[in-house]
């Protein structure tokens, strides 16, 4: 996987919505997502995306590049394919298994651009004067949510996973990197691409 192919996959399999039938598009309230996935997706593919803006987030429609006619595949489709990846919803979702072949240098970069769509690093103010700080990734998939955990390992990071339920929505499966020791190796070895990774020093 080269490294704009790392960065797309990490976005798509966070916020992308890659289902047959539909138009292949990602959200994001973090324009420095939007204008990466932009980027890697004409370089990689040639395709001339589309953002149209909503409220405080944007789309951005990954237009196929060329007439879909004669058999032919928009290049994600093929993409997917050739990495073992099911055009399914969310809840569905799985990491590839050529992410986990990936050196630290580069699972490292997939990580920092995943916690980018669905993961969080927070401050809380304590009483003491003290802050606190939380390290968490979020997925309504199960195979999401264990993937992170299982690469957060390769690093020397622990993590544990907890469900959060919200009336009939789906269970939302929390991955929080604990400990203050895990928490810097996380902030040190991976962070957070965009808005996100603005407050890590």
Sequence with gaps: LTENEIILLAHLLGDGCILPKQPYHYTSADWENI????KVAKDLFNIE????????????????????THNKQHPIT???EDLGIKRVRSYEKEVPQKVFSLDNERLALFLKHLWATDGN???KPLRNKQTQISVYYSSTSYQIAQSVKSLLLKFGIRSKISEKHKGNYR????????????QLKFLETIGCYGERGKMIP
């Design 35 to 38: 204008k990466i996935v932009e």
């Design 49 to 68: 995306s589309k953002i149209i803006k909503q409220k405080n987030w944007w789309h951005i429609y990954l237009t196929c590049p060329y007439p879909l």
């Design 78 to 80: 093929k993409w997917f």
């Design 121 to 123: 690093i927070s401050l």
């Design 171 to 182: 269970i939302c499966y929390m991955i929080s990197v604990y400990g203050k020791e895990h």
